[in-house]
């Protein structure tokens, strides 16, 4: 009996174990039930009385040992582990999928950087605005059709003075009252936001998109400066030989008013079915600061004047990159997403 456990005890001493199922065999061939020193503590009964207390305490001293040994190598098996087990650290890695930036956001951008060349500073308003700045002080008589339920959400009405009304943003001109407001002139501001109409979704109308809104006001800002401001815009953002023509428009906050074609930049101002023909494409609407928009910010009308332009993003992207279909915009297709990859 004690030459089984001394040779036990040896062979205890030397077990090692390459996986976790190496390990749980040799816990179950020594330390189960039905183990190897199980069945010697089993034969305890037969061994002679003088010798029990040695065999008792080798005995012991075995199943110590080989408890003690399978619970290190346990440990040292969890703490290789890692969650790694099974995998090839050897194997090259999965490619990392970049992402892109939106064209939007890329377009935008672009707009961005040629007005601040030019000394045009952001500018940043709320989504959620009131009736004071989206028309009121934007000189939208009280009866004006934008204010009507079918282009703006609504958000909290007040019968009892519609200035009051909590609404969406249904252009980005509201961040011009609220800069005129807060700050004197000279004023060079370029507004860009999100804006929002009850419309209709489909292919060229969405109930969401982007504007970028710019106001220059100073002393003796002119019509002049506006146009070659407009041009010089174009030219960058479409190429060099691009030209601009001003159609005479109405916009209840600007005086003059005047909405800027650029010749069709898909066929160079031959005609094509893009530009329906006719050479040109309208781009953004514009003018000169009506008075009374001044006036109701605290502006001198008399002493200052200026301009101010409004432009879709998404219409500029379309021109610049023809997406037939608005809605793709903001419908997050990664295939679509991932075509303007190189694109800045
Ligand atoms: N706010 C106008 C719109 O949403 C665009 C616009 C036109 C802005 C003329 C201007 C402007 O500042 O002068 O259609």
Request: with cysteine; net charge negative.
């Amino acid at each position: 009996m004690i030459a089984k456990i001394d040779q036990l005890l040896q062979e205890v001493e030397t077990i090692t174990a390459s996986n976790a199922e190496e390990l749980e065999a040799l816990r179950i061939k020594y330390l189960s039930k039905k183990g190897a020193i199980n069945e010697l503590m089993a034969d305890f009964r037969t061994v002679p009385a003088e010798q029990k207390k040695e065999v008792g305490m080798k005995l012991n001293t075995l199943k110590t040992k080989a408890q003690e040994k399978i619970a290190a190598l346990k440990e040292q098996f969890e703490s290789q582990d890692n969650g790694c087990e099974g995998i090839d650290l050897t194997r090259t890695a999965y490619p990392m999928e970049l992402g892109t930036r939106h064209p939007l956001t890329i377009v935008k951008n672009e707009i961005i950087d040629i007005f601040s060349r030019l000394g045009f500073c952001i500018a940043e308003g709320p989504e959620v605005e009131d009736d004071l700045h989206v028309f009121t002080k934007l000189n939208f008589a009280a009866d004006h059709p934008a204010r009507d339920m079918q282009d703006t959400f609504f958000v909290e009405s007040n019968e009892d003075d519609v200035t009051k009304n909590i609404i969406l943003r249904t252009h980005t001109s509201s961040v011009q009252v609220r800069a005129m407001d807060f700050s004197k002139p000279p004023i060079r501001i370029l507004c860009p936001g999100r804006v929002y109409r009850n419309e209709a979704i489909s292919y060229r109308a969405h109930c969401f998109f982007h504007q970028i809104e710019g106001l220059y006001i100073d002393k003796n800002v002119s019509f002049t400066d506006l146009k070659q401001v407009l041009l010089l815009f174009a030219k960058e953002m479409f190429g060099e030989e691009t030209k601009i023509r001003l159609r005479p428009s109405y916009f209840p906050f600007t005086e003059p008013s005047a909405e800027m074609d650029i010749s069709c930049n898909i066929c160079g101002g031959k005609g094509c079915n893009f530009c329906k023909h006719t050479g040109w494409v309208e781009i953004l609407g514009c003018g000169m600061v009506d008075p009374n928009v001044l006036e109701a910010s605290g502006i001198d009308s008399k002493i200052y004047s200026g301009y101010a332009f409004g432009m879709g993003v998404e219409r500029i992207t379309n021109l610049k990159y023809q997406v037939k279909d608005l809605r793709m915009f903001s419908e997050n297709d990664t295939r679509f997403l991932k075509e303007f990859e190189n694109a800045y």
